[in-house]
């Protein structure tokens, strides 16, 4: 079973950029599709992006397309969520997570192995 581990979270100014890494062991890792979600007291978390096993496909919320960018090396057993442009509504704590490839994206009950996340704060 594949473990994801998030690293990479902190403060930032509104405007700044952030790059989140998530490494996953314990499994074969371009066997799973790849998401990130994120989420803030007393709400459910949501989904931010997903990337296909080869990183051929992508898939964004729409809340953070064309800010964020979710990439994958597979070799390094890792993907990466490059964040651009933040606002204070970004603040959250982000989660990395796996999937099955016949799950279908976007939904967190498709995400069967979680991390423990990591807290990204933007301030204003």
């Known amino acids: 079973q594949v473990q994801p581990v998030e690293s990479g979270g902190g403060l930032v100014q509104a405007g700044g950029s952030l790059r989140l890494s998530c490494a996953a062991s314990g499994g074969t890792f371009n066997n799973y599709g790849m998401g990130w979600f994120r989420q803030t007291p007393g709400k459910e978390r949501e989904f931010v992006a997903d990337?296909?096993?080869?990183?051929?496909?992508?898939y964004y919320a729409d809340a953070v397309k064309g800010r964020f960018t979710i990439s994958r090396d597979n070799a390094k057993n890792t993907v990466y969520l490059q964040m651009n442009s933040l606002k204070p509504e970004d603040t959250a704590r982000y989660y990395c997570?796996?999937?099955?490839?016949?799950?279908?994206?976007?939904?967190?009950?498709?995400?069967?192995?979680w991390g423990q996340g990591t807290q990204v704060t933007v301030s204003s």
């Open positions: 997570a796996a999937r099955n490839p016949w799950s279908p994206e976007g939904s967190r009950h498709s995400y069967g192995y």
């Open positions: 990337i296909n096993q080869s990183g051929s496909r992508t």
